[in-house]
């Protein structure tokens, strides 16, 4: 639905290759997922949550597997926008642009995080070291604006307190 | 154990009520669902474990959400003799202090009090007498039921949420849970099921309130492999009361799963649960694999021949998968585009086959309803809505926080009684109600008694909950610009009313917002949002111009203004407005200066200071720090 997830055209597909356990993936698609394509999106999220992104090998091997077209499978990924087909960043940065935390200023996070580290959506920082990845709601309205870095939740966040909560991540 | 019978129900009951109403020691109850562990409730609870963990006088025990999520991390104690005492905004620091204060009887931290619990028995608790009985209530202790907050909710849905340990099946059973199961299974057919819930009223919960007994029947009706859908999607960002269920109360959903698969004849049950909540999936896994182990989920429940199994799937952010066809085709492993309903989903829905699909609210008020007759449901709310509607208050209000109340009760007892209305005095402008389908309701209309007919007539709709209050900072045309944006990310793109006109609308949005509107745009924009609205194929496009039309409808004049007299008076669309010291307001304190990541401001200590328009980014630290209003939006 974005453009954002497009593959980065420098991303190295070769060297990628070596890093996807084969034997690995094959055990997950086997016993957890019992090879059913009914599961697919729950594979690719399983996938994801191994490297951080959907490595290309790792989709091809799949279709093999469980037996639809690479083609279908790159339409799911490229569908839900929880999905990356590119390396993203070591810190998860999910800045809620919710209702509720767009009318408490989540907008002006957002200009605040494009301030300090010169990304908009879907972008990772040149050093690796931030993905800026903006969700509608997270369920903690209460508590906005919210932004979530990796699993860590900070809530009421001033725009004026950004960067010294960007500070904690390395 | 396998469980066979109410008997047995009743015996757990017995043994585990003791527990939650009467414990031993000294009870502390953590609440610990999403919104709590934001607040910090994670801590909390480790410092409490490592405070009071070797001391056998004192359980730390966890809980769902109270609803009052503006106070989080919120600790309820309990201890023999003594009254429930819940406590207010406990981070880790606090936690040692609460719990004395509470265990010597003191009770000095009367700030960090919030009420006291007059009647903690639930709604399906048939055969408990008041545990609270003959106890002295605390003096100077506000009643917790009584707090304007609490004071006009009725908990139905939410009535077990941090009341009991999630993940522990005995507490459910213990507060009346699965006993409307087995009412369904060994004293009621099918169809007298069904009846029971076209008395109740229901409608459905998760947007669209069509009632669920005729969906239940019609699904009945249809031969194949039915299938039992739970949308736990929950997609309208600002709506978080199927979270909090599903964190606080997950079996009230698995049971209302597992009646409905009586009703209709079903045996398999799918919970289709969006990725952004993690906890909610655990709580249900844990969930499933407990009525499991007591046979009240799985092949012969309850000794009979009904069998029923639950697979738990997960989204991966798209809130057309909310749809109901499009959730069923995301079910199936596919993306998520709807499909045109000439076929219903109730004849051909998941794997081509009937299909009943209701939202998690709506489930969890079947077992109170089958429990209870359908009549008693019906006894509360409007002639057009039945029973009561969990709201999600948040935005510019007091007391964010989900709250349950009777169908029919005003918006404005929901926003400024239950609410405590609008922070830091300022001007409340509008109520957001029913997300990004919804509409925004101007004051005017404040007295309206909130029912599904009563919002459809002012433009907007119930959805499935959520209430986002706007106050005089919150600019109207950029929130319809916000929403438009919003459903441009998420339309799906396979029609071209929805995929091309919410673009043009947007764009035209997006103009007026920077400065670039013309005479005749607003004009343009309510053609094209009935076009949008008559010719889309789903309910994401014929909505999609709801929050545009309302906007015009009720707040004309700020349209006018960015478009004529290219200002926006609440000071949000940057190119609209500039900020300015006022000199009469500003006492020269500095903290303007001090916060500017810019260095726009100057001045000399406790005297007006000055703010350079050109190095002003319009970032608003300095409106939000400024104390005397003196920063003006010009
Ligand atoms: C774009 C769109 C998004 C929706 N999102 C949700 C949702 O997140 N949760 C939900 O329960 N219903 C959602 N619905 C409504 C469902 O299609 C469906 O009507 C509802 O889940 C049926 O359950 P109920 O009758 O119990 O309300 C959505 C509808 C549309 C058109
Ligand atoms: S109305 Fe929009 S979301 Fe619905 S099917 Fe058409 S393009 Fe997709
Ligand atoms: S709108 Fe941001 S958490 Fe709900």
Redesign the pocket.
Known sequence: MSEAHAVRPDSDEASLAEAVDFVELDTLIDDEFSKDKENLIMMLQAIQRRYNYLPKPALTYLAAKIGIPYSKIYEVATFYSTFSLAPRGRNIISLCLGTACHVRGAERIRERLHDILHIDDGQTTDDKRFTLESVRCIGCCSLGPVMKINEDMHGRIATDEVDKVLGHYE | MKIQSLEDLRAISRKTGKAIYHPDAVKVNIGMASCGLAAGAQATHDRAKAEFGNDTGIMICQTGCLGFCEQEPLVEIMAPGKPRVIYKNITEDKIADAVNDYRSGAFEKKKWILGQMKNPVGITETDVSDPQAGLTPLEDVPVLEEIPFYGKQVKIALRNCGYINPDAIEEYIARGGYQALMKALKEMKPAAIIDEVKTSGL????????P?GT?WATCAKHHGTRSIIC??????PGAYM?RSILEGDPHSVIEGMLIAGVAIGSSRGFIYV?NEYPLAVKRLVTAIKQAESLGLLGDNIAGTDFCFHIKISTGAGA??????T??MASLEGKVGR?RAKYVHTVEKGFRDNPTN???????ANVPPIVLKGGAWYAGMGTADSKGTKVFSLCGKINNTGLVEVPMGVSLRDIVFELGGGVPKKKRFKAVQTGG??GGCIPEAYLDLPVDFQRLAEVGSIMG?GGMIVMDQDTCMVDVARYFLDFLKE?SCGQCNPCREGIKQMLGILTDICAGKGKDGDIELLEELGTMVQGFSL???GT?APNPVMTTIRYFRDEYEAHIRDRKCPAGVCKALFHYEIDPEACTGCGVCAKKCPQDAIAGEKKKPHLLDPDKCIKCGICYDACKFDAIAIR
């Not at chain 2, 699909?357 to 489930?363: D, F, H, I, M, P």
Request: charged share 25%.
């Open positions: 409608r459905g919960r998760g947007g669209g309130g069509f669920a969906k949308n736990a999607d929950e997609g309208d199927d969006r809130f057309v998968c909310g749809e109901s499009a959730l709807p699909l209701n939202n998690v609210e709506t489930y990004p389908s499935s998420e789903c309910g994401l909505a």
